[in-house]
């Protein structure tokens, strides 16, 4: 493990050229490196915190200028780490950054580890645990939505509904621990039913946030889904519709599509991997049936899958054995072909999507299409979320959830039971200690490291 008390420094722009570079130093001794190689175009006694300076980078060793640049210092408390630090922004070029980087690990930084910018900023109590890892969450997101539901937690959102949770069970524990200490007079059993029917509620707020992570997750790493269906049916279109582009070849002739077809689109802001099968049918050909083994394959792996069928003609019995194959799975009917007159009436298209829901479209003419893409999303994401809802996207958290309500159980059967109050406590004691974890309040070494190194070196 690296000593935090160590001066640190990164460049926290992307890798690369680019109009402007930011190389950050965070640390003791960032204002006295600042001092020694910065050199203000106007010179003044004191260095005004929080104020762009212009001036130069120069070489104390070599006595060269690295560039020009703009300096601003912020003092410790507030900066973003919480320590003196220091943002140069200088001309993008690599050559310069790497000059300014080599410079500053003269005079005595060092570079710093993935995350330990932010690292530095929950240990010294500028972020909790789930802001800190919310910043990573805002840095990959790759879509608007994505990056305004990290932005929602990395703000705090989640932190501050655990507050009064946490609260409401230190209320309890002290309850509690005044029942162990004067045991002479023991707890009334309307007591402990009042008690119960509080942790009842309390495990229903921490199943409600551990249920939304099922949304969280898919918001947060987005989904992969499969077009399936019997060859000819307009699978191809039908992605290439959801798309907007053509994608995949689209021809009049069966069996066009031979292998998997992948792109990433997004629906309302959450990414979307989707990917146009082979056509499912018996074949002879060696070619197709290793092109229909990779669809089967597909369906086994995707989050949910699209049943192309072609409404245009009569129902056989291929399509039910079609769907009989992915019956397992999460899977939405595409009634295609909408344009032309349907062979299938409203009561077999019913019959045969079952306890799926379906949508008529046509892949040609774009009808449907906007309804489907509903669909998918209403599917996957149920009625939508509120922007005041907060969402689990985080396995360590949802994990740790999971590990409270279960002790909060346990001490409510215990109080059921009529088992002493300590029993009760320490599950209780157990269960607050886990909600802490996610915050950080109750943490070890090892998982800051771990949690931090997944992040990028300036932060």
């Known amino acids: 493990?690296?000593?935090?008390?160590?001066?640190?420094?990164?460049?926290?722009?992307?890798?690369?050229?680019?109009?402007?570079?930011?190389?950050?130093?965070?640390?003791?001794?960032?204002?006295?490196?600042?001092?020694?190689?910065?050199?203000?175009?106007?010179h003044s006694e004191q260095i005004p915190p929080r104020h762009a300076m212009l001036g130069k980078i120069a070489d104390p060793g070599g006595g060269y200028e690295i560039d020009e640049t703009i300096a601003t210092c912020f003092p410790s408390p507030n900066s973003y780490s919480g320590e003196d630090m220091v943002e140069f922004s200088l001309h993008g070029n690599p050559v310069l950054v790497t000059a300014l980087l080599d410079c500053l690990c003269e005079q005595g930084a060092r570079l710093a580890e993935p995350g330990e910018f932010t690292m530095r900023a929950f240990l010294h109590g500028r972020l909790d645990l789930a802001q800190a890892e919310a910043v990573n969450d805002v840095i990959r997101a790759t879509t608007l939505y994505q990056a305004q539901v990290a932005a929602r937690q990395c703000s705090g959102s989640l932190s501050r509904q655990l507050k009064p949770v946490k609260k409401f069970l230190i209320d309890i524990i002290v309850n509690l621990e005044s029942a162990v200490e004067f045991a002479e007079e023991n707890l009334p059993t309307a007591s402990r039913d009042v008690l119960v029917q509080q942790l009842g509620l309390v495990r229903q707020q921490i199943r409600s946030w551990i249920a939304s992570y099922r949304q969280g997750r898919i918001v947060k790493e987005g989904f992969s889904m499969a077009?399936?269906?019997?060859?000819?049916?307009?699978?191809?279109?039908?992605?290439?519709?959801?798309?907007?582009?053509?994608?995949?070849?689209?021809?009049?002739?069966?069996?066009?599509?031979?292998?998997?077809?992948?792109?990433?689109?997004?629906?309302?802001?959450?990414?979307?991997?989707?990917?146009?099968?082979?056509?499912?049918?018996?074949?002879?050909?060696?070619?197709?049936?290793?092109?229909?083994?990779?669809?089967?394959e597909a369906i086994v792996d995707a989050d949910a899958i699209l049943l192309v069928v072609d409404r245009s003609r009569p129902h056989l019995q291929q399509d039910a054995a079609l769907r009989q194959q992915v019956a397992h799975a999460s899977c939405l009917?595409?009634?295609?072909?909408?344009?032309?007159?349907?062979?299938?009436?409203?009561?077999?298209?019913?019959?045969?999507?079952?306890?799926?829901?379906?949508?008529?479209?046509?892949a040609k003419t774009g009808a449907g299409i906007e309804e489907l893409r509903t669909a998918i999303l209403r599917g996957l994401m149920g009625t939508g979320v509120s922007q005041d809802t907060v969402l689990i996207t985080n396995l360590r958290h949802v994990r740790s959830l999971e590990a409270a309500e279960k002790d909060l159980e346990e001490a409510a059967k215990s109080l059921q039971n009529g088992l002493s109050e300590e029993f009760a406590l320490m599950d209780l004691q157990g269960g607050l200690k886990k909600l802490g974890v996610i915050t950080g309040e109750t943490s070890v070494d090892d998982l800051l490291w771990e949690i931090f190194s997944r992040f990028c070196i300036g932060k």
């Open 1 to 42: 493990m690296r000593d935090l008390s160590d001066t640190i420094c990164a460049l926290s722009t992307p890798v690369g050229r680019s109009g402007i570079a930011v190389v950050r130093v965070s640390g003791a001794q960032s204002f006295e490196i600042f001092g020694r190689i910065f050199v203000q175009k106007r």
């Open 227 to 296: 077009v399936v269906g019997k060859p000819n049916v307009g699978k191809s279109s039908v992605f290439n519709a959801l798309l907007a582009q053509d994608r995949s070849i689209v021809t009049e002739m069966p069996g066009t599509t031979r292998d998997l077809v992948s792109e990433i689109t997004n629906l309302e802001g959450i990414p979307v991997r989707l990917q146009d099968t082979a056509g499912i049918h018996p074949s002879d050909d060696h070619i197709e049936k290793l092109g229909i083994d990779r669809s089967l």
């Open 333 to 362: 009917v595409v009634m295609n072909k909408s344009d032309l007159p349907s062979a299938w009436s409203a009561e077999e298209m019913r019959a045969f999507a079952g306890g799926w829901p379906y949508v008529e479209v046509s």
